[in-house]
């Protein structure tokens, strides 16, 4: 079966612009959750969505919202970038949420704001 | 401050060297997972423990969670260069809200 596939890949973005990342995940999985990686500070949980409804978010700005569609694909967004948004970005998908059954990651988006 | 704090950060080591790194945290989770990341790819579940002091054997990994649910550790024997990666733990509270450490970077020299 198809593994969680992450649109686009590499991304390059100027400062004060907003961009949409794209996930879709594992066929019949519900829950979709983002992850920021930074050599720094490691995966940072931004947010997971369950049947169309964000059921978690972590300590992330205003400026990083998400939203769920019907057929459980999943997009996140960034408005105003900021340098210090540049990170890898990583969605997982399950079937009812990651603490209880198996998560699978997708490749990742990788986004530089210069 | 990383709520998982993973020892040590970088490790270097030997094919066919013993080695464990750690997963330490003040807060009690109700599981943990330890994750495989390799360079370009997202992170692979390896394992999820949930009872204190169980112990998992995967092949040559030997995971074991602390007795209070707030720690553990990933033995790997006789590594291998395909053990090489970045390790993972990550911990789960009360909803699915996982955290993640920064992760240890292992690498096996041929």
């Known amino acids: 079966k198809a593994g969680v596939t992450q649109t686009p890949r590499y991304l390059i973005k100027t400062r004060g612009q907003q961009v949409t990342l794209s996930c879709s995940p594992i066929?019949?999985?519900?829950?979709v959750s983002w992850y920021q990686q930074t050599p720094g500070q490691g995966l940072q949980f931004l947010f997971e969505?369950?049947?169309?409804?964000?059921?978690n978010k972590g300590n992330f700005p205003g400026r990083f919202s998400g939203r769920q569609f019907s057929n459980s694909r999943s997009e996140m967004n960034v408005s105003t970038l900021e340098l210090g948004d540049s990170a890898l970005y990583l969605c997982?998908?399950?079937?009812?949420?990651?603490?209880?059954?198996?998560?699978?990651f997708g490749q990742g988006t990788r986004l530089t704001v210069v | 401050t990383q709520l998982l704090e993973q020892s040590p950060q970088f490790l270097s080591i030997q094919e066919g060297e013993n080695l464990t790194v750690y997963c330490n945290s003040s807060s009690v989770f109700s599981s943990l997972q330890w994750y495989r990341q390799e360079p370009g790819e997202g992170p692979v579940l390896l394992v999820t423990?949930?009872?204190?002091?169980e112990v998992k054997k995967l092949k040559r990994l030997t995971f074991q969670f602390g007795d209070a649910r707030k720690d553990s550790s990933l033995h790997i024997t006789a590594a291998q260069p395909g053990d090489t990666g970045l390790y993972l733990c990550a911990g789960a509270y009360n909803n699915n809200d996982m955290r993640f450490g920064a992760g240890t970077r292992l690498t096996v020299k041929p």
């Open positions: 066929s019949g999985h519900r829950s």
């Open positions: 423990v949930v009872t204190g002091g």
């Open positions: 969505y369950f049947s169309e409804t964000q059921r």
């Open positions: 997982a998908s399950s079937l009812w949420g990651q603490k209880n059954t198996e998560a699978f």
